[in-house]
Nanobody
Framework: EVQLVESGGGLVQAGGSLRLSCVTSGFSLDDYAIGWYRQAPGKEREGVSCFSTGDGNMYYADSVKGRFTFSSDNAKNTVYLQMNSLRPEDTAVYYC???????????????????WGKGTLVTVSS
């Protein structure tokens, strides 16, 4: 059974940092693209970052470039999103998602991602 479980969300002041984790099971990170997506209240879901295992491409939303960093520990089946210099507009539920090999074909919407976690809430206060 495929599972993705996010953690690490919380309340932080603007300018602060958080690190999100996504523990995966039921598949290998060597075979799946993994992405972070977020949805703010009243807004559509948007891609934050995604790593395409199949071609080695890394994607970041323009709004997070230079502030957020995607990383993974394949031995632990875990991916991370380090978020620095957080802004109130980063407030959202953050989800990790997986798709076989590539995520570029549905970046940044994530419409074709096969598996999703339940999300973790990040709230940035001003």
């Amino acid at each position: 059974e495929v599972q993705l479980v996010e953690s690490g969300g919380g309340l932080v002041q603007a300018g602060g940092s958080l690190r999100l984790s996504c523990v995966t099971s039921g598949f290998s990170l060597d075979d799946y693209a993994i992405g972070w997506y977020r949805q703010a209240p009243g807004k559509e879901r948007e891609g934050v970052s995604c790593f395409s295992t199949g071609d080695g491409n890394m994607y970041y939303a323009d709004s997070v470039k230079g502030r957020f960093t995607f990383s993974s520990d394949n031995a632990k089946n875990t991916v991370y999103l380090q978020m620095n210099s957080l802004r109130p507009e980063d407030t959202a539920v953050y989800y990790c998602a997986a798709e076989s090999l590539f995520c570029g074909d549905n970046w940044p919407t994530g419409f074709a991602m096969d598996y999703w976690g339940k999300g973790t809430l990040v709230t940035v206060s001003s």
